[in-house]
């Protein structure tokens, strides 16, 4: 298959399907690379192909989709890139003991703590109502995001979020004590 025209004519979902058949793997490798994380990477190709079927590129002559691929690509990472950055940094003024340099796993925090605390952290989300665990789990272990979350939660966007809130809110509550303790804060 040609880089320049996959297919030629107007884009449709047929012509979506065989740009992801024939770039899907090198816009993979290209954002995970960008992103340092499969999971992102993932995310942000589904962008890609969404924006694809939304706003699709010429495919008339002398276009190149591939480049365009790319180039949807590319800024699809720079925007996450530059989202994590802003988190990062809200968090860092809640909170000075946050890192601000590098992305930390998710539950990178779990690692550092002690096997009774650990321990300890489950037992108090074993105990959270059943939406609110799952939803804290899908969040923060799974990364989703909300529309996810109330997808499989069989509820709205809106109910997704506060049940992450109110699970973490409790959980906070629960676990100040352990947090003081192995951190000194």
């Given amino acids: 298959m040609s880089p320049t025209t996959p297919l030629a004519g ?8 065989a740009w992801a058949g024939a770039y899907a793997p090198e816009l993979r490798r290209h954002l995970t690379r960008m992103l340092s994380s499969a999971a992102d990477a993932e995310d942000v190709l589904q962008q890609v192909w969404v924006t694809a079927l939304e706003s699709p590129p010429d495919t008339g002559e002398g276009s190149n989709v591939r480049a365009w691929l790319y180039r949807v690509a590319t800024n699809r990472a720079l925007d ?26 998710v539950d990178a925090a779990a ?11 489950r037992a108090h989300c074993a105990g959270l109502p059943r939406k609110q665990r799952e939803a804290v789990w899908m969040r923060w272990v799974e990364g989703m995001d909300y529309a996810s979350i109330a997808e499989r939660l069989d509820s709205s966007p809106d109910s997704a979020r506060a049940n992450v809130y109110q699970g973490m809110k409790r959980l906070r509550s629960e676990l100040e004590d352990l947090w003081t303790k192995e951190y000194g804060a």
């Fill in 10 to 17: 107007a884009s449709s979902e047929h012509d979506v399907e």
């Fill in 80 to 105: 996450c890139l530059a989202a994590a950055r802003r988190r990062r940094k809200a968090l860092s003024r809640r909170d000075p003991r946050i890192a601000t340099g590098e992305d930390a796993p």
């Fill in 111 to 121: 690692f550092a703590l002690g096997e009774k605390a650990r321990r300890k952290v």
